[in-house]
Structures are given as structure tokens and as C-alpha cells.
């Protein structure tokens, strides 16, 4: 779907930035769809890449366990478009010896190009168990878990790369000696949500500290991610850290022409995207589309497509009766009545499509097994708590 409509240039042109290498792959746009759950599936990365072809779009994050024991639901999670590539996967695991295995059947059965692994997520079912987030403050299990799977796939070809915060709190940074382990240990980018799992997604990114660890990370590309919500954000983050790409998450809910705008902005011009209500409406009804080709059923197409709805209509004057009908629409003829009824001259309304999208949370607590920061090193009784971490995660 192509939108015509541009808004003025509200950045001067730059210029092109060099295309991002991970392992044998060039991504001519430096730029990674962030993994989200319930958002990165096949759906929506077909869409997004149809307004940013170059860039790289990741899997939704999928459980090494479930992948193993070949999981139905993380089997579809898995499938890419026929025209999709690379073919970009992201593991979540706590044991090495899966996280083998995981990394085995993406790579013998030809279902990868490119493997990310996990080590962000701040869920609290998740650090309770030390996954996610809280995992690389045990530092030689993290190095076990990434010398599993970049021995299983380098050997195959399929580069590895790792995406982490900044740590568990401000009192327990890992960051900067797991981009160490990763890069001793042959991973083919590093990449760092600037913020701690206790932060959540509150508060503002420390930038920074992607600079800081772009310091300690030489030899392979470095990443950044947090606060990226439109392509001058992209920009300055690259300006302002060094770093060699960006990682958009949050930014590109109910606005996948983002991509459209960091293409634009790394390949140096200025221009942005500014659909009327009529185009974002055309783009939502493609997106249900996809999701009912993907689901293969259209009543949860629709379900699935409800949660958009905001993100979509964010700052148009769509009318709270509407919205309120469409977040509870339940096949394609009932949105078809519905879209039929927005304004499709409505303008782009500016500043009030735009920043922040998603929810922030407030900062917390993280929730971790008993006496995890009482050492780096990983006690019986902990590796017995890592066990379960896997079976905490529901879904693929």
C-alpha cells in the first residue's frame, strides 16, 4: 500500500548511513523490528515490510523448550513469508543444552537465517525464575547459553546475536560484561534496550549507556534500542552513541509506515509520512487481512486486530463511540461498516500522532528467585529455580 501524502521536512537531511552487517547478511537500512509478543508475527512483519523492504524484521519471541518439543502454535509462530528475508528468529532460553537443541532444528531443518537470543525481557513471570533480563547477571550461564547456540549455528553458517538491557536495577548493570562474553564468544551484533528490567518500559532510555558499551564492543556491530519514536529519534540516537543501527519497537505500533520514514532518513533525506484517516484506515483493513490469512480464521483476526485500534486512530478525532465499537468488532464485514464511517480526508494530526505508544508501566521491583544477587555465579539450588524459567512462558 503506498501513501502519498508527506508531512514538511521536520529534520535537515543527513548522510546515508552504511548498511548494517550481521554475519553474511547486509541490511541496506540499519534498522530491526524489536521482537513484541502478540505484535511480530508473520502479519505484521509483512506489512511493515512493505514500507521499509531493506530493514530487518524479527520473529516474536519464541521459547526453546516449546521449539523443541515442537509446540503447534510455536511451529506457526516460526513460519516466514515466502519472500521473507532474512528469516529472523528470536529464542528465549535459560539452559544451554536446549538452547542447543533449539538452535539445531532452526538450522538443520533450513527454518533461520539468523537467530537473536533473549536476554531482555522484563516480565516479572519471567526474572522470577531467572530468565530474561535477570539471566546475565549469572555470567557463566549466560556465556554457556550463547556459546550453545553460536556453535550450533555458526557452524551452519547462521550468525547469533544477543539483545539485553542495561541490567536488573541501577545497583546490578550487566550490560557491560555481557557484551564482553557475547562478543568473546562469537555472537555477530550485540543489541541493548537502554533501560534496567526494573524500569520496565518507564522512565526515559539512557542512551549512554549504549555509547558506553559501543566502547567495550569493537569487533562486531552494536545496537541501540529505547525511546526511538520516530526516524529523528532514529537519527540522533545513531549521532548521539555510535552506534551502528537502531532497534524500533513500541515506535512502529499502528504506524508501520515508520519504516517508510527511517529508509528515508538513514539513506539521507528528510522526508516523513503523514497519512489521512482514510489511508491509516486502508492500512488497518490490510492488516486484518494478513492476520486472518495468518490465523487462518477471521473471527480472531479481528479479535487480534482490537488491541491496534488505538495505536492506529492515536490523535485523530475518530470519536469515542467508534472506537469503542471497533475495539469490538468480530469479522471483516462488521470493520468494513465501521471504517466506512471515519472522515478519509481527516488529516495527519501532528503532534498528537506522534511520541510515546504502548503501555510504560512504572518502575519496580524485579521479581527474582531467592538470593540471586548474592553472587554472579549460579548456586544448585538457583539452577534448580532456571530449570522452570521456560515453563513460565506461555505461547511459542
Known amino acids: 500500500m503506498t501513501i ?10 543527513t548522510a546515508p548511513a552504511p548498511p548494517l552487517r550481521i554475519g553474511p547478511h547486509t541490511i541496506g537500512t540499519p534498522v530491526v523490528l524489536a521482537p513484541m509478543a502478540g505484535i511480530t508475527n508473520r502479519a505484521f512483519r509483512r506489512l511493515c515490510r512493505q514500507w521499509g523492504p531493506d530493514c530487518l524484521y524479527v520473529s516474536e519471541m519464541i521459547t526453546s523448550r516449546a521449539l523443541v518439543e515442537r509446540s503447534p502454535e510455536t511451529m506457526r509462530l516460526i513460519e516466514h513469508d515466502a519472500g521473507e528475508s532474512p528469516r529472523s528468529i528470536q529464542l528465549y532460553g535459560v539452559d544451554p ?12 531443518e533450513d527454518r533461520a537465517d539468523h537467530i537473536d537470543l533473549n536476554f531482555g525481557c522484563p516480565v516479572p513471570k519471567v526474572t522470577r525464575k531467572g530468565g530474561g533480563a535477570a539471566l546475565p547477571w549469572k555470567t557463566e550461564l549466560f556465556r554457556g547459553i550463547v556459546s550453545a547456540a553460536v556453535g550450533e549455528a ?3 553458517g ?54 558506553r558499551l559501543r566502547e567495550v564492543v569493537t569487533q562486531v556491530p552494536v545496537l541501540g534500542n529505547g525511546d526511538i519514536w520516530s526516524a529523528a529519534d532514529a537519527v540522533a540516537m545513531v549521532r548521539a552513541t555510535g552506534c551502528d543501527g ?10 508501520p509506515w515508520l519504516f517508510a520514514d527511517l529508509t528515508a532518513a538513514f ?37 487480534d486486530i482490537r488491541k491496534h ?41 501532528g503532534d498528537d500522532a506522534e511520541g510515546p505508544r504502548g503501555r510504560a508501566g512504572s518502575p519496580r ?32
Request: glycine share 8%; proline share 5%.
Open 97 to 108: 543444552a536446549t538452547v542447543r537443541l533449539a538452535a539445531r532444528l532452526l538450522v538443520t
Open 158 to 211: 547462521i550468525p547469533v546475536t544477543v539483545k539485553m538491557r542495561i541490567g536488573i536495577d541501577e545497583d546490578h548493570h550487566t550490560y557491560l560484561e555481557a557484551g564482553r562474553i557475547a562478543q568473546q564468544e562469537g555472537v555477530a551484533a550485540v543489541a541493548l534496550h537502554a533501560r534496567t528490567a526494573s524500569q520496565a518500559y518507564s522512565g526515559q532510555a539512557d542512551w549512554s549507556a549504549i555509547a
Open 4 to 13: 502519498s501524502t508527506a508531512s514538511p521536512p521536520t529534520t535537515a537531511a
Open 246 to 255: 537502531v532497534v524500533v519497537g513500541r515506535g512502529c505500533l499502528g504506524r
Open 267 to 303: 539513506a539521507g533525506s528528510a522526508h516523513t509520512t503523514a497519512p489521512t484517516l482514510g489511508e491509516v484506515a486502508r492500512t488497518l483493513r490490510e492488516h486484518t487481512e494478513f492476520l486472518a490469512e495468518f490465523y487462518g480464521d477471521e473471527g480472531r483476526a479481528c479479535r
Open 154 to 156: 555458526s557452524a551452519r
Open 309 to 349: 485500534i488505538a495505536w492506529y486512530l492515536k490523535g485523530f478525532r475518530a470519536g469515542s463511540q467508534i472506537r469503542h465499537q471497533l475495539a469490538l468488532v468480530d469479522d471483516l464485514a462488521a470493520l468494513d461498516g465501521l471504517l466506512a464511517n471515519l472522515d478519509p480526508d481527516d488529516p495527519w494530526p
Open 365 to 396: 521491583r524485579v521479581a527474582l528467585p531467592e538470593h540471586w544477587l548474592d553472587s554472579r555465579d549460579l548456586h544448585p539450588d538457583q539452577a534448580a529455580a532456571v530449570a522452570h524459567a521456560e515453563l513460565s512462558v506461555s505461547g511459542g
